[in-house]
């Protein structure tokens, strides 16, 4: 009897270990590369994970994910044979990621455990920057930290002072001059004439260009910006162009207590209108309503919708203590498509909040022809 048990046993353990071999199986060389310590300026790296079919039946990979964009994948695409290889290959960008690094690419394949983990590691030695690092914005033959120069949150009775570094690439002295220039601001550059580059050098004469930015003189509210063109030793090119933007905020920080509990406040019954389903070329509308529960005028300073499909009418500018009134806003779903989630920023003398931002939220079905 113990000896019928006993090759029943083996029967059945011999039977189970038969029928997991007719699925597909992977089996990994290795499952962790360490690429050890390597310069930034070798550029990307790339280890290769080998694996073999053990099982009975194709083998394929249904998904490999990276978990960040710094790491690519390349793998076998095509069904894997029992007993032959396929392969993942995992590269690593190291280009402004200096130091330690550990990143894992998820593999998902046909097999009873779906899902391996491969992982990466390594040290990213930093490499020495030069003149292009610093000054990455080409302008023809000079170079720039950035075009674009944020002043981000200002008040409108006061002005403000920043500075953008220049560096001469070229073997010709430059001389920058302005075009477009906004009354609010004055620019000027020292020094006035950027030496050339001379042979055995990397770079010319090093400068820095200074705007100044009197914020009661925009006479605007909210996000603003201008476009100043650069003019390199008298030639004008329409791709040589500084930008100067800056967030214009009522100055409230003077009130004292009793100015605070006189100032008009501003409550909106609802900041958000979802208009459902529209065909492409349909509008829809919405009063906003408001009403000023404070003591003195609301004044609306400015209203700003995110994108030109959206139009707003106030009913009013000035809106009176206990007053109640509306803004209607009307999107038009015209050359829109899919989701659709646009905002309208009202600025207003309201001290304790000078900005509102209202949401238009829906979806518009394209009309087939």
Same mark, same amino acid.
């Given at each position: ?126 490499? @020495? ?230 949401? @238009? ?9």
């Amino acid at each position: 009897m113990k000896k019928t048990g006993l090759l029943l046993l083996v029967i059945i353990i011999s039977f189970v270990a038969f029928a997991q071999t007719q699925e597909p199986a992977i089996s990994w060389e290795q499952v962790v590369y360490k690429f050890g310590t390597f310069k930034e300026e070798a550029g990307p790296q790339t280890a290769t994970f080998n694996f073999t079919n053990t099982g009975s039946k194709p083998l394929f990979l249904t998904n490999v994910r990276a978990s960040c964009g710094c790491t690519a994948t390349e793998y076998t695409k095509e069904p894997v044979k029992p007993g032959e290889k396929g392969f993942v290959k995992v590269t690593y960008n190291p280009r402004n990621r200096p130091g330690r690094f550990n990143k894992s690419v998820t593999v998902t394949a046909n097999t009873e455990n779906p899902t391996t983990l491969l992982r990466i590691s390594g040290e990213v030695t930093p490499r @020495v920057k030069g003149i292009e690092d610093y000054y990455p914005k080409v302008l023809d033959s000079i170079r720039l930290r950035t075009s674009h120069l944020a002043f981000n949150k200002v008040f409108n009775n006061q002005t403000y002072t920043d500075t953008l570094g220049v560096v001469n690439m070229g073997a010709e002295p430059v001389k920058l001059t302005f075009e477009r220039v906004p009354a609010h601001i004055k620019i000027s550059v020292t020094p006035a004439v950027l030496d050339a580059k001379k042979p055995n050098e990397k770079h010319g004469g090093i400068g820095y260009i200074t705007v100044v930015y009197d914020a009661g003189k925009k006479k605007d509210w909210g996000f603003v910006m201008d476009r100043i063109n650069l003019i390199i030793n008298g030639v004008s090119n329409s791709r040589n162009r500084i930008s100067v933007s800056a967030t214009v905020e009522e100055d409230f920080t003077h009130l004292t207590d009793d100015e605070l509990a006189k100032a008009p406040k501003i409550e909106f019954d609802n900041t958000q209108f979802e208009f459902g389903t529209l065909k492409q070329g349909e509008k829809s509308s919405n009063n906003f309503t408001f009403k000023n529960t404070g003591k003195s005028d609301l004044v609306i300073r400015k209203i700003r919708a995110s994108c030109g499909c959206t139009a707003t009418n106030p009913e009013k500018m000035v809106v009176k203590p206990g007053e109640t009134s509306y803004l209607t806003v009307t999107f038009n779903s015209n050359g829109k498509r899919g989701r659709q989630n646009k905002t309208i920023t009202v600025i207003t003398n309201d001290p304790k909040q000078p900005s509102v931002v209202l949401k @238009v939220i829906g979806n518009v079905e394209q009309v087939s022809h």
